[in-house]
């Protein structure tokens, strides 16, 4: 009984943890751009010295990278992760391979996520001419949202209390 009742604590805490970094991680991406025009201005005709904002910013492309980190801390996260562990192999068309597939789909979009924050972050400092807080705040989204992802899944991974 005292095994249960503990595995129920680290679950509950975990996914406490979880969506309190999830929710951070949208925080800092709301909070970078609320504070994008007291930092850069929108304009592009001004003076090089001062720093404008990124094109990606305001056409909206700095949001793929935390939408396609949010799905894939869903979709990490809907899979029983007992069926992954099944003795399955990688042969056959069952259950387990499915899961396996499903984990492996999820686990690229994930990094994917973070290669294009990556990305973004590298770019903006390759220009001198921006602002350089939007490909930061990015970073950080997609960190506290992956950090997020792995504790949920760590923390819920068998028992009674398995997602």
């Not at 492309?61 to 396609?68: Q, R, S």
């Not at 973004?120 to 939007?134: E, H, S, T």
Request: proline letters at 4%; glycine letters at 12%.
């Amino acid at each position: 009984m005292e095994d249960n009742d503990s595995s129920a604590k680290v679950a509950s805490a975990g996914s406490i943890v979880a969506g309190l970094l999830a929710a951070a991680g949208w925080y800092t991406w709301i909070g970078t751009l609320l504070t994008a025009p007291q930092h850069a201005t929108w304009n592009a005709t001004a003076p090089a010295d001062v720093p404008r904002a990124p094109d990606g910013l305001k056409s909206g492309a700095y949001w793929a990278p935390g939408i396609l980190q949010s799905f894939a801390l869903v979709g990490l996260n809907v899979v029983n992760w007992e069926a992954v562990l099944d003795d399955g192999g990688l042969g056959g068309d069952g259950t387990p391979m499915a899961a396996k597939a499903w984990i492996t789909f999820m686990l690229i979009s994930a990094f994917s996520a973070l290669g294009g924050c990556i990305w973004i972050l590298v770019q903006d400092g390759q220009q001198l001419a921006l602002w350089r807080g939007a490909g930061v705040g990015c970073l950080l989204q997609n960190l506290l949202i992956f950090s997020g992802s792995v504790i949920f899944r760590a923390s819920r991974r068998s028992g009674d209390h398995a997602v």
